[in-house]
C-alpha cells in the first residue's frame, strides 16, 4: 500500500505516520498501513469508525492486522460531526472519509497535530 489515499464507500485506507498520544503528549510510531470503515446508525448502535492498523514494514495478512479502535461520533441531524469519542485527536483519514460521504467535519478537525 502506498501513501495514496483511496476512499471507496464507506471504506478508506492509506499508509501515513502515525502518532502515540496520552495526555503526557505524543510520540511518531512510524509509518503505518491504515484502514477506516464507517458504520452508520443504526436501532442498536451510534455511528462509528472502525480503525484497523499495521506498521508499513510488516508483511503479515489482512486479518493479522496488529490493532483495532472503535471511534464512536455524535452527528447532528445538520450531518455535522459534533464530537468523537476513542483517540486523543481525530484521525484526518477519518475526516476525508466522512467528508467523502458528505459529512462536515469543521468542530473535529485538528490543526495542530496529525495522525
Same mark, same amino acid.
Given at each position: 500500500?502506498?501513501?495514496?489515499? !483511496?476512499?471507496?464507500?464507506?471504506?478508506?485506507?492509506?499508509?501515513?505516520?502515525?502518532?502515540?498520544?496520552?495526555?503526557?503528549?505524543?510520540?511518531?510510531?512510524?509509518?503505518?498501513?491504515?484502514?477506516?470503515?464507517?458504520?452508520?446508525?443504526?436501532?442498536?448502535?451510534?455511528?462509528?469508525?472502525?480503525?484497523?492498523?499495521?506498521?508499513?514494514?510488516?508483511?503479515?495478512?489482512?486479518?493479522?492486522?496488529?490493532?483495532?479502535?472503535?471511534?464512536?461520533? !455524535?452527528?447532528?441531524?445538520? !450531518?455535522?460531526?459534533?464530537?468523537?469519542?476513542?483517540?486523543?485527536?481525530?484521525?484526518?483519514?477519518?475526516?476525508?472519509?466522512?467528508?467523502?460521504?458528505?459529512?462536515?467535519?469543521?468542530?473535529?478537525?485538528?490543526?495542530?497535530?496529525?495522525?
Amino acid at each position: 500500500m502506498d501513501s495514496t489515499l !483511496r476512499i471507496d464507500g464507506l471504506v478508506a485506507e492509506q499508509m501515513h505516520e502515525l502518532n502515540m498520544e496520552g495526555s503526557w503528549g505524543f510520540a511518531p510510531m512510524g509509518m503505518h498501513n491504515n484502514r477506516m470503515t464507517f458504520y452508520p446508525e443504526t436501532l442498536e448502535t451510534h455511528p462509528y469508525i472502525l480503525w484497523h492498523y499495521c506498521p508499513a514494514d510488516e508483511n503479515i495478512d489482512e486479518s493479522e492486522w496488529l490493532d483495532e479502535i472503535q471511534i464512536g461520533l !455524535r452527528i447532528t441531524s445538520e !450531518r455535522q460531526v459534533a464530537s468523537y469519542d476513542g483517540v486523543m485527536t481525530f484521525p484526518d483519514l477519518a475526516v476525508a472519509l466522512l467528508e467523502s460521504l458528505g459529512f462536515d467535519c469543521t468542530e473535529v478537525k485538528d490543526e495542530d497535530i496529525q495522525s
